[in-house]
């Protein structure tokens, strides 16, 4: 059948309907346009929602969980590709939400190019739209929402728990970007920082140059750090040691910053993994521990 214009391939030429029965969960493909605000740019975009099937929902109710998921980049896609680690986590019995919000690839150049200088809000707010819907929509228990991301995926997990407090019961996240301003110096790609804060068209590709105190200022300002504070969900961090595309001591910043103000919160560090955290050893057991943590916190 078809599976939507963000589809890269069927899960296989076995019937639909069997492979669904195989992986015990089942999928739609939620074309949906966000709520305009100013003079944002209006496009729709898709999300991927998994399901579980009946029989493998969590006890404690007849609705499953939903674990929002906002991936990374942020100029990529979430398609309906098979991915085994969130096929585990919905066949533990919870629902899997994929956001794609503006700024990712596949919705149009403008809305692209809507996102730099608006990361943090626009990308924010689309997730949370999401979010927000699917808790209205039924088929979830909307009292247990969890949100999981990596990468751009975890400046946007730690962004959500700061900007709305209440909204998850639990997070967690993997090489997350905690403070842009901190990172330009450290990173392999610098010109994220300046691009993704400042906007396209302002970085210059012929030569680097530290970013000056105003720039700083504009990254601290779109970065999680900022709502570190109201954090209360318990979070479980998970670094790759040896990362340089987003250095572990973002992730440490938030871990050392949450710790200190007696929040709940978990690390776990990959001496040998980079930004993937992808080892065959090193996948497995984070994706065992997300699930172990979203247990205990539901």
């Known amino acids: 059948s078809e599976m939507g214009p963000i589809c890269a391939s069927p899960f296989s030429q076995t019937d639909e309907r069997e ?21 944002e740019v ?5 999300w991927i929602l998994l399901r579980p099937c009946r029989r493998t929902r969590k006890r404690g109710g007849l609705l499953p969980p939903l674990i929002v998921v906002p991936h990374g980049g942020p100029h990529s ?7 085994p680690a969130y096929a585990f986590l919905c ?20 809305a692209l190019e809507a996102l730099p200088g608006n990361v943090g809000k626009l990308d924010v707010q689309d997730v949370i739209h999401a979010t927000k819907t699917m808790g209205d ?15 751009h995926g975890g400046f ?3 962004h959500c728990l700061g900007q709305f407090p209440e909204l998850f019961k639990a997070a ?3 090489n997350p970007v905690t403070n842009i301003a901190t990172m330009t110096t450290a990173t392999d790609i610098p010109d994220w920082c300046f691009v993704e804060t400042l906007g396209c068209g302002y970085y210059n590709w012929t030569k680097f140059r530290g970013a000056t105190k105003d720039e700083l200022e504009q990254m601290w300002d779109a970065s999680p750090i900022r709502y570190t504070e109201n954090i209360k969900a318990p979070t479980l961090v998970a670094l790759g040691m040896v990362d340089q595309r987003v250095p572990p001591s973002q992730g440490l910043e938030l871990y050392h910053t949450l710790r200190s103000k007696g929040q709940n919160v978990k690390l776990l560090t990959y001496p040998e993994d980079d930004h993937a955290i992808d080892k065959v050893k090193s996948e497995a057991d984070h994706w065992i521990n997300v699930k172990r943590w979203f247990d205990q916190h539901l």
């Open 172 to 174: 967690a996240m993997r």
């Open 91 to 110: 066949a533990s019995g919870y629902a899997i939400l994929h956001v794609n919000y503006r700024g990712s690839t596949g919705f149009g150049q403008r």
């Open 19 to 39: 492979t669904i029965q195989q992986l015990n969960f089942s999928y739609d493909v939620l074309t949906m346009r966000p709520p305009l605000i100013d003079e």
């Open 156 to 158: 946007l997990t730690s």
């Open 42 to 46: 209006e496009t729709p975009v898709q």
């Open 137 to 151: 929509s039924g088929w979830i228990d909307k009292d247990r929402m969890v949100i999981c991301g990596g990468s």
């Open 77 to 83: 896609c979430t398609s309906t590709s098979y991915n």
